[in-house]
């Protein structure tokens, strides 16, 4: 069964901190691993998206890596800011075998405190 | 460009009621998936509508059901609810039918509460 388990559930960081999440999956055959950024009752926004044969990807102040050998992923957010409180959602896709369907994580509700 | 937008912004159902949550995608997409999000979860799959037709199908009972307009706009209808249908109804749109490779754009999301 495909899945995506990401840890840890919650955590909370003071601002201008860095922190790590971590997302692992069991998707065969894997297509792509994208992060989200979804704020409290709002749709989720894309930070990031790769496929095979990329091993980390930027969108500012986050960083994403990918190992694809031990289906793992981290978002990694540098220099903390209030805004970055959020839910991070890594989602999966499959390639046609899979039924192209995306698998979503759980999400890590991040909260940065002052 | 407009992006994803949905309507509308939140709906209060009783049980048994039935609804009709609208999308429309962003311009240039031809594709639209519809998720349900309960609190504190990450969005569930419910089916993807491509050319018209439902292309592909989460997990979710017959009481689920969609259309797909010739302008690419969607509609999912929840019929019987249910106090468990409760949850943020996200539409995401994309281009081309193979929703795996191509990025997905959400909307804002539709809340709905069941009493």
């Known amino acids: 069964k495909n899945q995506v388990e990401q840890s840890p559930q919650s955590l909370i960081i003071l601002e201008g901190k860095n922190c790590t999440l971590q997302c692992n999956y069991t998707v065969s055959p894997f297509s792509n691993l994208r992060w989200y950024k979804q704020d409290t009752g709002r749709g989720p926004v894309s930070l990031t998206i790769m496929t095979f044969s990329e091993n980390t990807k930027s969108n500012g102040r986050y960083t994403a890596t990918l190992d694809a050998d031990t289906k793992q992923s981290s978002l990694h957010i540098t220099a903390s800011q209030l805004s970055d409180s959020a839910s991070y959602i890594c989602v999966v896709s499959g390639r046609k075998a899979a039924g192209n369907k995306l698998t979503f994580g759980g999400g890590t509700r991040v909260l940065v405190k002052p | 460009d407009a992006g994803v937008t949905q309507s509308p912004t939140h709906l209060i159902k009783t049980r048994g009621q039935q609804v009709t949550l609208r999308c429309s995608p962003k311009?240039?997409?031809?594709?639209v998936s519809w998720y349900q999000q309960a609190l504190g979860q990450g969005p569930q799959f419910i089916f993807q509508y491509y050319e018209e037709e439902e292309r592909q199908r989460g997990n979710f009972p017959d009481r689920f059901s969609g259309h797909q307009f010739p302008n690419y706009s969607s509609e999912l209808n929840v019929n019987a609810l249910l106090l468990g249908d409760s949850a943020l109804y996200l539409c995401a749109s994309s281009l081309g039918a193979d929703g795996g490779s191509y990025e997905q754009y959400f909307g804002p999301g539709t809340r709905l509460t069941v009493t």
């Open positions: 311009s240039g997409h031809d594709t």
